[in-house]
């Protein structure tokens, strides 16, 4: 599975982006295809996942009620909607995929393939 990740860019507090995450190469129909963030200096951190199979989704505490996941079976792709972006979601976003077999869909270990990210910058 490959996947396209895009859609980061410059925005002020306050605002909104819409990333988007292609996915080819594979059948997704028992993956969870999830977003992490990493900050500057930070460890990468979970912030959504889907079930591709049903729609399923989770939030990290931090992006609940401001972030969307969601999917487009038609077109392979999975969109993290954000609004009210603040300072502190500066980071660089990476789309996942995985069948969360013996891990958590939250945590990293459940993602086999990763796409290569996109910088999201939110200035005050």
């Known amino acids: 599975v490959q996947l396209q990740a895009s859609g980061g860019g410059l925005v002020q507090a306050g605002g909104s982006l819409r990333l988007s995450c292609v996915a080819s190469?594979?059948?997704?129909?028992?993956?969870?295809m999830g977003w992490f963030r990493q900050a500057p200096a930070k460890e990468r951190e979970f912030v959504a996942t889907?079930?591709?199979?049903?729609?399923?989704?989770v939030y990290a505490d931090s992006v609940k009620g401001r972030f969307t996941i969601s999917r487009d079976l038609a077109k392979n792709t999975v969109y993290l909607e954000m609004n009210i972006l603040k300072p502190e979601d500066t980071a660089v976003y990476y789309c996942?995929?995985?069948?969360?077999?013996?891990?958590?869909?939250?945590?990293?270990?459940?993602?086999?393939?990763w796409g290569q990210g996109t910088q999201v910058t939110v200035s005050s």
């Open positions: 190469g594979g059948t997704l129909g028992s993956y969870f």
């Open positions: 996942a995929a995985g069948r969360a077999i013996l891990s958590s869909s939250t945590t990293r270990r459940a993602y086999n393939y």
């Open positions: 889907i079930r591709w199979s049903g729609g399923t989704t």
